[in-house]
């Protein structure tokens, strides 16, 4: 069955930096784009970022526009989220979810459990 | 981009049918049929109710219906059951090529 797992939140003081991954399972990774979603601690969902199928194509939300980098690994089946400076309000659980859209973004079939990131000092 | 605007909570008996609107601009939710719903239960993931407006993907309810309407998408609820309480949250496609959320409604099943 479809299956994305993420991992590498923790702690991370102000300013500091993460890389979250997230690996997909149970279809053909190549073939769809993937997302990062997040939801801060008792807040609603925010889209985060996504990436084209070949990893040519990336969007972010303005909140971490030239923060965040996100990026594929299809040869592994792998999507990370490089989270550069980071701060205090990016504290949230971070989801991995799949494009259901095909050629064409629009929503989010699959989601993973997600991983906790805590931006404290 | 900010927030697709949704009512904070909506309640209704068991049996009952309830309707949760999502209103955005012209360039959200008003230019492009990429409206989807969601559904999360309290530690849990999001779950994918609704795809382009109206589609169901296999495995969810018949209960759940939606549409759209100028700048506002709507999901309806129909006999309604204690399951169904949880947060529910639309979504849009936007013209900078990135996504919206809806702030969220927390559904109280009586």
């Known amino acids: 069955q479809v299956q994305v797992v993420e991992s590498g939140g923790g702690v991370v003081q102000p300013g500091g930096s993460l890389r979250l991954s997230c690996a997909g399972s149970g279809f053909t990774f190549s073939n769809f784009a993937l997302h990062w979603v997040r939801q801060a601690p008792g807040k609603g969902l925010e889209w985060v970022a996504v990436i084209s199928l070949l990893g040519d194509r990336k969007h972010y939300a303005d909140s971490v526009e030239g923060r965040f980098t996100i990026s594929r690994d299809n040869s592994k089946n792998t999507l990370f989220l490089q989270m550069d400076s980071l701060r205090p309000e990016d504290t949230a659980v971070y989801y991995c979810?799949?494009?259901?859209?095909?050629?064409?973004?629009?929503?989010?079939?699959?989601w993973g459990q997600g991983t906790l990131v805590t931006v404290s000092s | 981009q900010s927030a697709l605007t949704q009512p904070a909570s909506v309640s209704g008996s068991p049996g009952q049918s309830i309707t949760i609107s999502c209103t955005g601009t012209s360039s959200d939710v008003g230019s492009y049929n990429y409206v989807s719903w969601y559904q999360q239960h309290p530690g849990k993931a999001p779950r994918l109710l609704i795809y382009?407006?109206?589609d169901r993907p296999s495995g969810v309810s018949n209960r759940f219906s939606a549409s759209k309407s100028g700048y506002t998408a709507s999901l309806t609820i129909s006999g309604l059951q204690a399951e169904d309480e949880a947060d529910y949250y639309c979504?849009?496609?936007?013209?900078?090529?990135?996504?919206?959320f809806g702030t969220g409604t927390k559904v109280t099943v009586l």
């Open positions: 382009n407006v109206s």
């Open positions: 979810a799949r494009e259901g859209g095909g050629n064409t973004w629009s929503s989010f079939d699959y």
């Open positions: 979504s849009s496609y936007t013209s900078s090529s990135t996504f919206v």
